[in-house]
């Protein structure tokens, strides 16, 4: 266990710098909306998952609507289908490991994990394994620390609101590098903004959601060739 | 607002199910190997995109462009986080520094 340690730890640095940074950003984010560490920790350790648990804070400020949570949670999470997907194959014979494998497969363990072999000899299940559970704890650690910062220190943080749009922007600009075509982005954020200006911002979210589903519906046979190529890389 | 105890508990309790069904589902669907619909695949390829473009304007439907302070803020913020980011592609300083000057901007500049 101590060798595949020494192997994995090695290759999740870059993740233990970025999952502290942004989990400090959500805890700060979420103890000034009013809730505690214990609330950091239970979503960092159950949800796990970065756009998921900055939506659900904005969920966390409003009055409790379980439908919107679920569909929201569904579709900001649309691309695990697509994660889990490709690794249907490299997770077999990941015995007792693969239900937390499966769960912890966030989008930085995922391309962890597509990009690095098991070494000769070593356990595949193990390695993943390890691999997920050390992201998993850079994750928690960093959402506690900020958490736990923001409630001793009463900074005023008008504006850390902006860390949601700030994360959500360059995961935008990501993805658009990675993309020839922009159809698929340009059809999210145009949908959302017609509905926004014609629904008001209370009930824009779900007819947008629907609006997507249907332009990229009928869009279909244009698209499908342009973004086969982005996956099966 | 904050939400009570018992409803933040039961809020966390169905993202945390939802969220680890949809990263089951493909395995609970497609163990026995069948074919994937192609359907399915292609909503697995474009969903992703569309989403965090629908996300990026959902973090903007409280900015209001007709009065003061204009937008300003965040627009600026922006255009340093878009720049900065395609530049030296760091989430410290893209994200991080975007925050930092958004902040600033807000309560002194803006205030």
């Known amino acids: ?233 | 607002m904050t939400l009570s105890q018992s409803e933040t508990l039961l809020l966390v309790a169905v993202i945390a199910v939802c969220t680890c069904f949809t990263r089951a589902l493909p395995f609970l669907i497609f163990a026995g190997r069948q074919k994937t619909p192609k359907y399915i695949l292609y909503l697995g390829e474009v969903l992703p995109f569309a989403m965090i473009g629908m996300l990026v304007v959902y973090c903007w439907k409280d900015v209001s462009f007709l009065q003061n302070p204009w937008g300003l803020p965040e627009l600026i913020a922006t255009g340093y986080i878009v720049l900065v980011h395609k530049w030296k592609h760091s989430l410290l300083l893209s994200i991080g520094g975007g925050i930092v000057l958004y902040i600033l901007l807000c309560q002194f500049v803006f205030a």
């Open chain 1, 1 to 233: 266990m101590l060798q595949v340690f020494r192997a994995a730890a090695p290759r999740t640095v870059p993740v233990l710098a970025g999952y502290m940074f942004l989990g400090i950003a959500f805890g700060l984010l979420l103890s000034s909306k009013g809730y505690g560490w214990s609330v950091a920790l239970l979503m960092s350790l159950f949800i796990y998952a970065g756009s998921g648990q900055f939506v659900a804070v904005g969920l966390m400020t409003v009055p409790l609507d379980i439908g919107m949570a679920v569909l929201l949670t569904l579709l900001v999470n649309a691309r695990h289908l697509f994660y889990g997907l490709s690794m249907l194959e490299r997770f077999q014979g990941t015995g007792k490991w693969k239900p937390y494998l499966v769960f912890a497969m966030t989008d930085e363990t995922y391309s962890l994990i597509c990009s690095t072999k098991v070494p000769k000899g070593m356990n595949k299940g193990t390695f993943y394994g390890i691999i997920s559970m050390l992201d998993h704890s850079y994750w928690i650690a960093g959402s506690l620390c900020g958490a736990i910062f923001g409630s001793l220190v009463s900074l005023d943080l008008k504006g850390i609101d902006f860390v949601m749009t700030a994360l959500f922007i360059v995961i935008f600009v990501e993805q658009w590098e990675e993309s020839k075509d922009h159809t698929a982005a340009l059809t999210g954020v145009f949908v959302t903004v017609l509905f926004l200006l014609l629904v008001g911002r209370q009930w824009f979210l779900l007819p947008s959601m629907g609006g997507i589903l249907c332009m990229l519906t009928l869009l279909r046979s244009r698209l499908e060739v342009k973004y086969h190529d982005l996956v099966t890389e």
